[in-house]
């Protein structure tokens, strides 16, 4: 399994124009392959007068599923050349469509690669990307008297905590690269004076 990947910051729009066609390029994040298809559909309805509405997109951290459409031009000239500047800057879990409005200026195969590929790569410019890195998931419980001294400082180390629940006792879901599981194990027994249980779950990507 990848240790990490790539993905866009946010959902957003990026517009270019190009010898007088517009070329509208929107992107989002896709879970499942399900999610691509939906976005793209989307982006269709809001264009419907549009002269095209190509697309690609990467699910999988190890980029396993790959498509791309090029919704009537000329065969290679789009989803293609946007499929590979996805995979290029090592993007996963994203779809993007480049909507063209044309403006009557015809731009040849190498004109057509260089604007649906460039659309993509200036909207990843305008929007970001982030890294999610493999976590795994843990479980630590506590007696309520130690919870707020521990939560703290596992959020003040960096600790990616991401629930806090309240019962008998106390327990905080916390996310934890596998790597440092047998440091952590050692800085929970210090921290709580050996008295919080720490229990492992699955795995999960996240940001740092």
């Known amino acids: 399994m990848q240790e990490q990947y790539r993905t866009i910051a946010r959902a957003g729009v990026h517009e270019t124009e190009i010898n007088k ?22 982006v269709r309805a809001e264009h419907p007068s549009a002269n095209h509405n190509c697309f690609a997109y990467v699910i999988g951290a ?38 063209r409005y044309f403006g009557g200026v015809k731009l040849g195969a190498g004109g057509l690669i260089r604007a649906y ?4 790569g200036e909207a990843l410019d305008a929007l970001g990307t982030v890294i999610r ?3 795994r998931l843990a479980t630590i419980t506590v007696d309520h008297q130690r919870a707020g001294k ?5 959020r003040s180390t ?14 905080i879901e ?3 690269p596998e790597a440092e599981l047998g440091a952590f194990r050692d800085w929970l027994a210090d921290a709580s004076a050996g008295s919080a249980v720490l229990e492992l779950g699955g795995e999960m990507y996240g940001t740092p």
């Open 133 to 135: 890195r493999r976590y």
């Open 158 to 171: 960096g600790r990616a905590v991401r629930e806090v629940r309240y019962g008998t006792a106390v327990s």
């Open 21 to 42: 066609s517009r070329f509208i390029c929107s992107l989002a994040p896709a879970a499942t392959e399900q999610e691509a298809q939906d976005f793209i559909r989307r």
């Open 150 to 154: 521990l939560e703290n400082d596992l």
């Open 174 to 176: 916390v996310g934890l």
């Open 117 to 120: 590929g460039g659309s993509v």
């Open 62 to 99: 190890d980029a396993a599923l790959q498509k791309a459409s090029d919704d009537g031009e000329p065969g290679g000239t789009a989803g293609v050349p946007m499929l590979q500047m996805l995979t290029r800057r090592d993007v996963r879990y994203a779809v993007a469509v480049v909507t």
